[in-house]
């Protein structure tokens, strides 16, 4: 037993080894690949059945549907949903499937929340059909005319195209942790390995491993703050000691819940906690914006409200509190970061980032913050499902002020 341990062990790979594999394959060899891999998954002249009918279904529906191609049913577990027709389209009970269906029938599962990953709804899915279970991933390299990029999503070549500065980035890392969860992010992307992500952690911008206790005259600046959730857990995290929290949320129905919340809480807290319905960004401008009701919503040119956005350096007062900014603006990172260019330089705030909503994200965002030269420790972590809720924490590398 013991030498094949040290078996195994040696022939484990370091971080900079996996990396070097991962990054060693050209673009034309990683193109050749997606394609064989993609037409060994769907061949193109199956019927598709979309597994979840709710907005991103919806939204593989019409790209499928701009490339020529049309499904014959959604599935969904949601018993209101089963019997109604979504955009011309039956919505079936899942066990129906396969009874209604022949064999050439492939399941794309199109559901990307934290409720359900792929892995575990492909599990649920072969407990009663036969049929071919994918992702909308693979429909994504089969058709990626149609989907890419889309979120942190592009075709392998491109991504291996930025070799240089992914290596860099890599480098930054504080901890070997982190730099575990870029590589897995990366196979992912280059391989469509969902096996490889890391295991998903609930403590959304509060890693209890990176982060202590903040100071209790911390001020805690919420962007894209949903309907409080992010405050439940700051407040949770620091047993309601701090000196103030400034909430943007440009979502109005979303933006209305928060303060709903906001006002079940004593006096003392409410007080100090400062709601905007508004978005971050690099001026005070005004914008489109397509309100979904949920944590999808975002600026869109087509979006069917006008938002005020507003840039953090002209809101948040610049005292002697501890700060520590949370973005997680569906896109709009690089404008809101741009936005607080002199709070980041005059008070070297703590920083959680989102970095999955486009596909350079993972590696642009810690070298910009790096070469502002604050002296910053750079982690990343893992706290949603098939990719998601990727977070970049940037941290004062000699500890908190």
Known sequence: MEQTLAATTELALSPEEELDALLRESPQAAKRRMDQVARAAIKGDESFVLYGAGQFGQTVLARLRSVGVEPVAFADDTKQKQGQ??????????????????????????????????????????????HPIVSFLDLAWRYPQAFLPYYQFEEPAEVLEKAGDIRSAFQL??????????????????????EALPRATDDNAFPRNLLPRLPADTTFVDCGAYDGDSIRAFLTFQSNEFRS?????????????????????????????????????????????????????????????????????????????????????????????????????????????????????????????????????????????????????????????
Request: hydrophobic share 40%; with cysteine; net charge negative.
């Open 245 to 401: 929290i400034y909430a943007f949320e440009p979502d109005a129905g979303n933006c209305n819940r928060m303060r709903a919340y906001v006002d079940t809480l004593s006096a003392g807290v409410a007080g100090r906690i400062h709601v905007f319905n508004a978005g971050v960004g690099a001026r005070r401008e005004t914008l489109r914006f397509s309100a979904a009701g949920n944590m999808s919503s975002s600026f869109d040119a087509l979006g069917e409200l006008e938002v005020s956005v507003l840039p953090l350096d002209e809101v948040i007062p610049s005292d002697d509190s501890q700060l520590y900014l949370k973005f997680d603006v569906e896109g709009a990172e690089w404008e809101a970061l741009k936005g607080c260019a002199q709070l980041l330089t005059s008070k070297r705030p703590l920083v959680a980032l989102s970095a999955y909503h486009r596909p350079d994200d993972l590696w642009q965002l810690p070298l910009y913050l790096d070469r502002l030269n604050l002296d910053y420790a750079f982690f990343l972590r893992t706290h949603g499902e098939d990719g998601m809720d990727l977070v970049l924490y940037a941290l004062p590398a000699n500890g908190l002020s």
């Open 173 to 194: 890392f504080a901890e070997e942790e982190s730099q575990r969860q870029f590589l897995a992010h990366l196979k992912f992307r280059l391989q469509l390995d969902y």
């Open 85 to 130: 027709v979504i955009d011309g389209l039956p919505v079936l009970p899942p066990r129906e499937v396969g009874e209604r269906f022949g064999p050439e029938t492939v399941t794309v599962v199109t559901i990307l929340n934290a409720q359900l990953n792929f892995v575990t709804a492909r599990r649920r899915l072969s407990e009663f059909t036969r």
